[in-house]
């Protein structure tokens, strides 16, 4: 199967929502990608996935911005909130390469929360590669994905 997150591409198809697809030189971070894409951080939509008292949760940042753990911890309710490792998340996202995860858990059965800064017109974001982003309109994201929205950065 070709690692390209499919069920990305279908949903916004099946729900009208255009999106512009780029090709750039493989890239690994958040702000890598960014900045191969030549947007700025706060149009990169970077998920985070924690592991909150066994749970797997996917929360959705701008890439220039670091994840709370606390404020995550305090929103959820938790007693134990970490970053889940890799292993524990990959094979969910089997259409993706690993580290190039959309910000579509919805679609692979997480709960999802969006960071109350993710407000640029358009979000760029890993299409399943490190070597290709989708481009959409965030209301067109929000609408669709209908998530949680939190403050969830330091």
Do not use: W
């Amino acid at each position: 199967m070709e690692l390209d997150a499919h069920r990305v591409r279908k949903y916004l198809i099946s729900h009208g929502v255009g999106y512009k697809v780029e090709h750039h030189p493989p890239a690994f971070t958040a702000q890598e990608v960014a900045a191969a894409e030549h947007v700025p951080g706060r149009s990169f939509a970077k998920p985070v996935i924690v592991n909150a008292d066994g749970r797997l949760i996917m929360m959705v940042l701008p890439a220039n911005r670091l994840l709370d753990l606390d404020k995550v911890k305090a929103i959820l309710g938790s007693e134990d909130v970490r970053l889940a490792r890799e292993e524990e998340f990959a094979p969910i996202f089997d259409d993706c390469e690993r580290g190039a995860e959309p910000p579509f858990g919805n679609l692979y059965g997480l709960q999802m929360i969006v960071d109350v800064d993710l407000t640029a017109d358009e979000m760029v974001f890993n299409a399943g590669t490190h070597t290709e982003t989708m481009k959409v309109p965030t209301i067109d994201y929000l609408g669709l994905v209908h998530p949680e929205k939190a403050d969830l950065a330091l």
